[in-house]
Structures are given as C-alpha cells and as structure tokens.
C-alpha cells in the first residue's frame, strides 16, 4: 500500500508538470485563512478543476491503447515500478510477529516512510491547503482505490486463517482519516467474506462494516419514450431495445454499426457465462427462463446460493443486500434484449421453455406461484413466440387474431373470429375479428409489478416500449396477467392501449362451466385498467380454469342483453390444461405443464425425496421416508400419509 500511494503521487506528479491547464495553488495558509467565503469557494472550485484534470490524465494514460489481450506500456510500467518499491521497501525493514501466531508478519519502517505518510503526502499534492477537506458533512474523496473482482483476495493461503483481504484492509486502516476512498468490485456473491475477523486483527473490532453498494447504470443510454411520441414500428428495432437495461448492450450495439446477429450472439454468451448453447440441467437454462418469466427464487439457503450464482455469472441483478449478505433481494431485469437473446438460446436448444423449467435440477428453489399464474405466463409466451411465425410483416410484435390463433384450439379460435362482444358501448357491436383488425401486442418477457395502479392505460403504453407483459401483484383484485395492446398506427399512448385481461384459477371447483361472478371481478373499470373519465377501447377478458377435469373453450353470451354498456368487452372461458385448449400445449409439453401446475400448489418440497438428493437410496426407502414424513403435518393434504388414523 506504501508502494502503491507513493508511485502514484509521483506520477502525478509528473502529469502536474507536463501538461498545461492544471491549477497551481500558490496561496499560502495565512492567505487563505483571511479569504471570504465567496473567494475560498472559488479556491475550493480550483481544486476540484486540478484533482479532475489530474484524474482524467492519469486514467488516459493507463487506457490509451489497451486492448483486451494485453495492458498498454504506461500500465505495465506503473504496476512494476509499484512491485519494485515494495521489494525495496519490505528488504530493508525489520520483520515483525503478527498481533498472534496466524496471522501475517508485519515490516516495520522508519518514522515517516508508513502507509499513513505515503497517503498524506498525496492527499496534499492534490489539495495542497486542504481546502476540500470539510469539518462537517461527508468527507470530499481525493483519492478513490478501485479493487476490481476482489472477492480473489478472500481465499485463506495454506494452512492459515488470515487472507490477502484481511490484510490489505490493515494497511488501508492506517489512512482511514485521510480522505482515500476504497471501492471493492465485485461480480461474485462472496460479500460475507469481506469482514475480517476480529480474532484475526485485533484493531477491526471497532470497525462497521458498510452495506454493499448494489446500484448500478440501467436505462441511461435508452432513448426518450415519453407519451405519444413513438410508435409500435419504432419500439421494436433492434436499437431501440438494445439501448433498454444495462449501458453495455447499448454501446456494443454502436460499436458493431447494427449487426443483429452479432449484437444478439454476443447477449447470449453474457447470459450464457460465454457460452453459445443451452445445457439443459444448467444455470444456463435458468438464465433464460429468469429473463423471460421473471422467475423469483425461494428464500432458504440453497434457493439463495442459486440466485447468487445466477448474479454472479448470469446476468441477474443484485438489488440489495446487507453486510454479511445476510439478506439479499435480486430481480430478472427488464432488458429486451436479453429476453430476445434467450428466446434465441431456448428455440434452438428443441425444448420449449416448460420443459426447461419442469425438468430443471433447482426447480424447488423457484416460486411457482399459488394461482397458477406461472403456468399461465408459459403458455401465454408459448402462444406469443408460436404467433410471431404468422406475422406477415416478420416484425416482433404481433396481430391480436394472429396471437389468439396460437393460443385456442383451431375451433375455438374460428367461432371466436365470428363472435359478437358479451357486452359492447352504443355503435360497437361488431365481431372480434371486425374490432381487433388494427390492433397488435409486442412483448417477449415479463414484468412483475408491485403497484396495482401500473396496469392503468396511463402506464400501460409503456410496458409495450419495453417489449414486457405483466403478472400482477399478490392479491390484485381481479386480475393476474396483463398483456398490453395498441393500434398498430399512431403513437403509443394512453389513448391507444388496451388489454387482454387474464385471471387464473387452480381449484378443480372452476371447470369447464363459465362462472360470471370471474368475469364481473375484471370489470376495467374496476381493476384500473381506464380511468372514469376515459373513453374505453375494447377489452378481452379471459379466464384461465386450469384446474378443470373437462377441456373446452366457452364464449359467454348473454341473451337479456338490452340496453348499451359502459365498455365493449370480449369474453373467453379456458377450461382444462389440454390441447384441445390451448393449441400451443403439444403432446410433449401436457406432462410437464401438469407437472408445474401440481407443483405450484405445494408451498414447499419437503415431503418429497429426490433420488438426485441421495442416488443411493433404494425407490422404497425413498417411498417410505416420504411417507413418515407426511405422517408429521396431518390433514395438510389428501394423501393417506396426511391421514393416517382415518385410513
């Protein structure tokens, strides 16, 4: 650290001194101490000109002309000069135990030759007078030491309980009243591996450790998509979607002057951890169902290992977390293209995205719902990526008729083209292929909101800039996905969406029996979909009865029908999780939708034992544990080991 402080002050030093425009205080401390506030202002101005000249010239000259195979010769030269001076520096000082017998020997220097000096030193050629060193408030940085992927540092050396971590935070203790700032990067989840312990150094046991710094750059390269201002034509180019999320996909997107291919290749190594292809049982795999589905991850400790990873070396996003990681809240990011990059990835890896989830080794770590809802969501996108190969126009969005095609079974989906609305406004009582002509969807992952009023038309044009449906909150009244609908003309406003309102039931008691108390509850108006005072376009409700013993698609039609309503709405009643349902469930993909939809029911895996738990283990041991375990929650289900005393 000694080295590192010094050699660095030195070259900036000579930065000072061959390039022009850096400010030179000449005032003395005599001089400044009878300056006004105004005048000491505009000498504190200076020296923030002179540490952000001397910033930019010292990062110019370790970047200018690196590559990714190799450091630039300024770069080298710094470093080596760094690593000879500490040689120099440990060589001719006294070694000395450490605090005890485990830890790091110490080398002791003569008076004014320390780390704390090294650092005063160059805090003073930056802010000679200390004029940016406040008494109050926060402290000004002048000095920021960045350790990028230091969590290498966390490993313990042979036979020790001390690590280079540990160390290097002692050192950095000796300038912990200078204003040096120290920002450690990390992508790996090891943050309960940064704090020393106290056994180790006896000096850290007053020290706090600090809340890790989660936030990130997202969304500040993306373009401006205030209201009424673009189109659906717009939203879906390849540039557009590129600039959504991370900073990085923008600027690789300009970088590559527009080559798709490319641009998405280079999205799926990055999902991938740099690799091109999907390994079915992998992390891999769930990388791309998190980006598309918005999958969350249980909050037991293997469920959070597998998020770490998934932050770690897939592109989840770390929202926060506390010291210690003792408790961490990640998310799937709203990032277009890395959705798009995925649906690449899961098409050509010849399983749909059900099959992925339902065989996948961590499926116990992610939360499937109660509703049913993530069942839903996976044949919604499966009807949704299905219908992209009927658009004549190739773009990414779709026709609505084109997308409900995909979803219901082919008569289903013809009766529906003929229907008339169940309810309609003065003058709309025309068919569903007639009102929806002119109307499309364009999105290829999901939104989990948290906030019932974002589905209001207010905000609902701008999920569809972002290529995103919704599954709504815990509880919504209601409603439980949302897919957002526009004109195809026009810019994307509140006066121009619409939606498909879907509500999902899981209980056996829903069958293949239209219940209009469902569709009463998703009244537009009352879920917030259309203010009071907006003109409603026409809406689609469905209901998703996928508990239902019988398979079927009803279209409820009321015949006391008499007088004009308040909105114009299409009605459909889904029953079964069947094929002759749902025209996008093929044969292969019934068993595991079955399988995820009984899942989903469970709140947890307990009372199960998986053979990849224990390969050892016999399939009537396993039975029979499974048994005794269900012994213990009794009446929780129907099955006899819940009750046993009435079997």
């Given at each position: 650290?000694?080295?590192?402080?010094?050699?660095?002050?030195?070259?900036?030093?000579?930065?000072?001194?061959?390039?022009?425009?850096?400010?030179?205080?000449?005032?003395?401390?005599?001089?400044?101490?009878?300056?006004?506030?105004?005048?000491?202002?505009?000498?504190?101005?200076?020296?923030?000109?002179?540490?952000?000249?001397?910033?930019?010239?010292?990062?110019?000259?370790?970047?200018?002309?690196?590559?990714?195979?190799?450091?630039?010769?300024?770069?080298?030269?710094?470093?080596?000069?760094?690593?000879?001076?500490?040689?120099?520096?440990?060589?001719?000082?006294?070694?000395?135990?450490?605090?005890?017998?485990?830890?790091?020997?110490?080398?002791?220097?003569?008076?004014?030759?320390?780390?704390?000096?090294?650092?005063?030193?160059?805090?003073?050629?930056?802010?000679?007078?200390?004029?940016?060193?406040?008494?109050?408030?926060?402290?000004?940085?002048?000095?920021?030491?960045?350790?990028?992927?230091?969590?290498?540092?966390?490993?313990?050396?042979?036979?020790?309980?001390?690590?280079?971590?540990?160390?290097?935070?002692?050192?950095?203790?000796?300038?912990?009243?200078?204003?040096?700032?120290?920002?450690?990067?990390?992508?790996?989840?090891?943050?309960?591996?940064?704090?020393?312990?106290?056994?180790?150094?006896?000096?850290?046991?007053?020290?706090?450790?600090?809340?890790?710094?989660?936030?990130?750059?997202?969304?500040?390269?993306?373009?401006?998509?205030?209201?009424?201002?673009?189109?659906?034509?717009?939203?879906?180019?390849?540039?557009?979607?590129?600039?959504?999320?991370?900073?990085?996909?923008?600027?690789?997107?300009?970088?590559?002057?527009?080559?798709?291919?490319?641009?998405?290749?280079?999205?799926?190594?990055?999902?991938?951890?740099?690799?091109?292809?999907?390994?079915?049982?992998?992390?891999?795999?769930?990388?791309?169902?998190?980006?598309?589905?918005?999958?969350?991850?249980?909050?037991?400790?293997?469920?959070?290992?597998?998020?770490?990873?998934?932050?770690?070396?897939?592109?989840?996003?770390?929202?926060?977390?506390?010291?210690?990681?003792?408790?961490?809240?990640?998310?799937?990011?709203?990032?277009?293209?890395?959705?798009?990059?995925?649906?690449?990835?899961?098409?050509?890896?010849?399983?749909?995205?059900?099959?992925?989830?339902?065989?996948?080794?961590?499926?116990?770590?992610?939360?499937?719902?109660?509703?049913?809802?993530?069942v839903a969501a996976f044949i919604v996108m499966q009807a949704r990526d299905a219908s992209l190969a009927l658009s004549a126009n190739r773009e990414r969005w779709v026709l609505v008729s084109n997308f409900m095609r995909a979803l219901l079974s082919p008569s289903a989906y013809e009766t529906l083209q003929e229907s008339l609305p169940t309810y309609w406004r003065e003058g709309e009582d025309k068919t569903f292929g007639e009102t929806f002509r002119d109307y499309a969807m364009w999105f290829n992952h999901i939104i989990r909101i948290e906030d019932h009023e974002m589905i209001n038309a207010e905000n609902l044009w701008k999920f569809i800039t972002r290529g995103a449906m919704i599954m709504c909150t815990n509880n919504q009244y209601g409603v439980d996905i949302v897919l957002p609908v526009c004109v195809t003309t026009g810019n994307l406003s509140r006066n121009t969406v619409t939606a498909i309102l879907i509500q999902v039931k899981n209980a056996e008691c829903f069958g293949?029996?239209?219940?209009?108390?469902?569709?009463?509850?998703?009244?537009?108006?009352?879920?917030?979909?259309?203010?009071?005072?907006?003109?409603?376009?026409?809406?689609?409700?469905?209901?998703?009865?996928?508990?239902?013993?019988?398979?079927?698609?009803?279209?409820?039609?009321?015949?006391?029908?008499?007088?004009?309503?308040?909105?114009?709405?299409?009605?459909?009643?889904?029953?079964?999780?069947?094929?002759?349902?749902?025209?996008?469930?093929?044969?292969?993909?019934?068993?595991?939708?079955?399988?995820?939809?009984?899942?989903?029911?469970?709140?947890?895996?307990?009372?199960?034992?998986?053979?990849?738990?224990?390969?050892?283990?016999?399939?009537?041991?396993?039975?029979?544990?499974?048994?005794?375990?269900?012994?213990?929650?009794?009446?929780?289900?129907?099955?006899?080991?819940?009750?046993?005393?009435?079997?």
């Open positions: 650290m000694y080295s590192l402080l010094t050699i660095l002050r030195k070259r900036l030093e000579t930065i000072a001194s061959e390039e022009h425009g850096i400010p030179v205080l000449t005032l003395t401390q005599e001089v400044l101490r009878n300056l006004s506030r105004t005048e000491r202002g505009e000498q504190a101005s200076l020296v923030i000109q002179r540490q952000e000249k001397l910033a930019f010239a010292f990062r110019d000259r370790m970047t200018r002309g690196q590559s990714f195979q190799a450091s630039n010769d300024y770069r080298k030269t710094f470093y080596k000069d760094v690593i000879e001076l500490a040689t120099e520096f440990i060589e001719g000082k006294v070694e000395a135990p450490g605090s005890n017998t485990d830890s790091a020997p110490r080398h002791i220097g003569n008076p004014g030759e320390g780390v704390k000096e090294a650092g005063e030193k160059l805090c003073w050629f930056v802010d000679p007078r200390g004029l940016l060193d406040a008494n109050t408030g926060s402290r000004w940085p002048l000095v920021i030491l960045a350790f990028d992927e230091y969590h290498t540092l966390t490993d313990k050396p042979l036979d020790r309980v001390w690590t280079l971590f540990s160390e290097l935070c002692r050192a950095l203790r000796k300038v912990v009243s200078l204003p040096i700032f120290s920002l450690f990067i990390s992508t790996a989840s090891r943050f309960h591996l940064s704090s020393p312990e106290t056994r180790l150094d006896p000096s850290s046991r007053d020290l706090v450790l600090l809340d890790p710094i989660s936030e990130i750059s997202f969304d500040d390269l993306a373009f401006s998509a205030r209201e009424d201002t673009v189109s659906l034509d717009r939203v879906v180019q390849l540039d557009w979607i590129a600039h959504l999320g991370r900073p990085l996909f923008g600027c690789y997107y300009d970088a590559l002057a527009g080559d798709e291919a490319e641009l998405l290749l280079f999205a799926r190594q990055k999902l991938l951890n740099g690799k091109s292809r999907i390994e079915v049982d992998g992390p891999g795999s769930l990388a791309c169902l998190s980006v598309r589905f918005a999958l969350k991850f249980n909050a037991d400790a293997v469920s959070r290992a597998v998020a770490w990873t998934q932050v770690e070396r897939h592109m989840r996003l770390c929202l926060s977390a506390t010291a210690g990681f003792e408790r961490v809240i990640t998310i799937a990011g709203s990032e277009p293209l890395l959705a798009e990059a995925a649906s690449h990835a899961l098409r050509t890896s010849l399983a749909n995205p059900v099959r992925h989830l339902a065989n996948h080794p961590d499926l116990n770590c992610v939360d499937r719902g109660r509703r049913g809802e993530l293949c029996d239209v219940d209009e108390t469902s569709f009463d509850e998703m009244d537009p108006f009352r879920v917030g979909l259309f203010s009071d005072d907006q003109l409603p376009r026409p809406v689609i409700r469905v209901v998703f009865a996928l508990a239902s013993g019988k398979a079927g698609v009803l279209l409820p039609r009321y015949d006391d029908h008499h007088a004009a309503d308040s909105f114009t709405v299409f009605d459909i009643w889904c029953a079964g999780l069947s094929p002759d349902t749902f025209k996008c469930i093929g044969d292969d993909d019934l068993a595991p939708y079955q399988f995820l939809l009984e899942r989903s029911l469970r709140p947890h895996d307990g009372f199960d034992l998986k053979k990849a738990d224990d390969p050892r283990m016999d399939d009537s041991t396993r039975a029979a544990r499974g048994h005794r375990r269900r012994t213990t929650a009794p009446l929780t289900m129907g099955d006899s080991g819940h009750n046993l005393v009435h079997v």
